[in-house]
């Protein structure tokens, strides 16, 4: 269909910011995108429905029967696993329409599943610790009993360090019943302290590119932020920030944060790749205006988008019944 005066080359652009509560990162997005002329609506997806019968087939009530033209994700409120399949459902639907969504509903499903993280990660080729994703008790037992070596439980989707323990035998392992979702995700466990400190690196890509970076220093091997780690600005490293552009394409993605970790010997390797990260550390460490790259690099791509003409696709006429 020809290009509408919704999505006419020069309209002000209209961006939805996806979050899960107005957070300071949500407020900082909202300031940046509207410095840029956007206009501007925060809300969560649990609001838009689906209806077939809408003129897209989707209702979102801050736009009525249009659609907005890009989707920021910034965050996805919780729920059950029926309401969270809505929301990135919603997601994919609006990729089908033509819309551009950022980070899109696979490259986030990637992110959030660890397992496929680390599938996707290891499968292009990148450094990755080995990591195992099984839902058998047993079967947990003996990787751990084989590997000889520590490991880490992690949720499979967890976020901000949190249930994280270290495995080193197999008795350390805790019962089926503790294992959220009944799935044991393990990953080889590479860190080491320098004088009693641990530290990794978190590499923040946009748009094809790393845009900011900080090590993550603790007294302890967990070192999030949201652990109380530190933030410490550092220098530009090639090898970290091709490392992080990769892995962000293995996924998908393209605004993601990479945590990187530096095994004794000093090679890199990709620990998680994060579809929605946060930046108050890395703001601060590196002193780049997080929201303004974000918005920017945004409507920089909603922009190259708008300058390609439509392919005209049929339209299904409910009067006529027949393709138009």
């Not at 992110?111 to 610790?129: E, F, I, N, Q, R």
């Not at 751990?144 to 994280?164: D, I, M, Y």
């Amino acid at each position: 269909m020809p290009p509408s005066a919704e999505t006419a080359p020069f309209a002000t652009p209209r961006i939805l910011v996806v979050t899960a509560s107005l957070d300071r990162h949500a407020r900082e997005l909202r300031a940046a995108f509207e410095a840029k002329g956007a206009s501007v609506v925060v809300s969560g997806l649990a609001d838009v429905g689906f209806d077939t019968d809408a003129r897209h087939g989707l209702v979102f009530p801050e736009f009525g029967d249009a659609l907005p033209d890009a989707v920021c994700v910034r965050t996805m409120d919780g729920g059950s696993f029926e309401a969270v399949t809505r929301r990135l459902s919603i997601l994919h639907a609006l990729g089908r329409l033509g819309v551009l969504v950022s980070n899109d509903a696979r490259a986030v499903e990637n992110c959030v599943d660890k397992a496929m993280t680390s599938y996707l990660v290891a499968s292009a080729g990148l450094p990755t610790p080995r990591s195992w994703a099984v839902e058998s008790h047993r079967e947990a037992e003996r990787i751990v009993a084989a590997e000889n070596h520590a490991l880490v439980l992690k949720p499979l989707f967890g976020a901000q360090g949190k249930g994280l323990k270290l495995i080193g035998r197999p008795e350390d392992l805790p019962p089926a019943e503790e294992i959220a979702g009944g799935v044991y995700y393990l990953q080889r466990f590479i860190g080491h302290s320098l004088d009693g400190r641990w530290s990794d690196y978190r590499v923040l890509v946009s748009r094809g590119r790393a845009v900011a970076a900080m090590r993550r220093e603790a007294a302890c091997w967990i070192t999030n932020i949201k652990q109380g780690a530190l933030a410490r600005p550092i220098e530009p490293d090639n090898e970290l920030e091709a490392l992080a552009v990769a892995a962000t394409a293995a996924v998908g993605g393209d605004f993601c944060g990479v945590d990187i970790l530096k095994d004794a010997g000093g090679r890199p390797h990709v620990l998680e790749v994060n579809s929605m990260p946060a930046w108050t550390g890395l703001k601060k460490a590196s002193g780049r205006d997080i929201a303004a790259i974000r918005a920017e690099d945004l409507l920089a791509t909603l922009a190259e988008r708008r300058r390609v003409e439509p392919v005209a696709s049929p339209a299904f006429s409910r009067a006529s019944g027949a393709f138009v």
